[in-house]
T-cell receptor
Framework: GQNIDQPTEMTATEGAIVQINCTYQTSGFNGLFWYQQHAGEAPTFLSYNVLDGLEEKGRFSSFLSRSKGYSYLLLKELQMKDSASYLCAGSGGFKTIFGAGTRLFVKA | DTAVSQTPKYLVTQMGNDKSIKCEQNLGHDTMYWYKQDSKKFLKIMFSYNNKELIINETVPNRFSPKSPDKAHLNLHINSLELGDSAVYFC??????????????FGPGTRLTVT
């Protein structure tokens, strides 16, 4: 089967670092994506991993371990505008499966 | 210079009606998708099209009929609307998904409310 799990909500403080975890049980995924979705808006692409290891893009980094079915998104120097939902998604061929998303609240 | 556009943005209609949502992308992508995001914010794939051909149909009721007149457009027609169809529908596009792993670009969404 295909299943993606991530925490429902997280709260962090402005300026801090937060790690959002994602575990998946699936076959046929050849990439793991992270998207950001602000309330009432469309998801936007943040990062993806095809190979194991860490991918860094500015304040955002994503990590993948295929053998463990595990990924995380790391957000550094949190800003208030980072308050949003973060969606973990596994992609294989023409099909992408999204997790339910983690709502991140950034407080001052 | 909108990348992926959808119309309408809001759609309020009564049960039993038939409605359509249109989607266009100007990114030159070959693959397009329809997703449904319900009240719990769970984003679920409905259809994938590649170069106008249906590739994925995720057990969606046949009241939903996608149509792709060309690879830049993917429309969604819904017959006999039901209360449970109320959701936000997102169109998305990407490079040819079958040849690799590519990020998707989403349209702004169509909020459908069935009363």
């Amino acid at each position: 089967g295909q299943n993606i799990d991530q925490p429902t909500e997280m709260t962090a403080t402005e300026g801090a670092i937060v790690q959002i975890n994602c575990t998946y049980q699936t076959s046929g995924f050849n990439g793991l994506f992270w998207y950001q979705q602000h309330a009432g808006e469309a998801p936007t692409f943040l990062s993806y991993n095809v190979l194991d290891g860490l991918e860094e893009k500015g304040r955002f980094s994503s990590f993948l371990s295929r053998s463990k079915g595990y990924s995380y998104l790391l957000l550094k120097e949190l800003q208030m505008k980072d308050s949003a939902s973060y969606l973990c998604a596994g992609s294989g061929g023409f099909k992408t499966i999204f997790g339910a998303g983690t709502r991140l609240f950034v407080k001052a | 210079d909108t990348a992926v556009s959808q119309t309408p943005k809001y759609l309020v209609t009564q049960m039993g009606n038939d409605k359509s949502i249109k989607c266009e992308q100007n990114l030159g992508h070959d693959t397009m998708y329809w997703y449904k995001q319900d009240s719990k914010k769970f984003l679920k794939i409905m259809f994938s099209y590649n170069n106008k051909e249906l590739i994925i149909n995720e057990t969606v009721p046949n009241r939903f009929s996608p149509k792709s007149p060309d690879k830049a457009h993917l429309n969604l027609h819904i017959n006999s609307l039901e209360l449970g169809d109320s959701a936000v529908y997102f169109c998305a596009s990407s490079h040819v998904a079958g040849l690799g792993t590519y990020e998707q670009y989403f349209g702004p969404g169509t909020r459908l409310t069935v009363t």
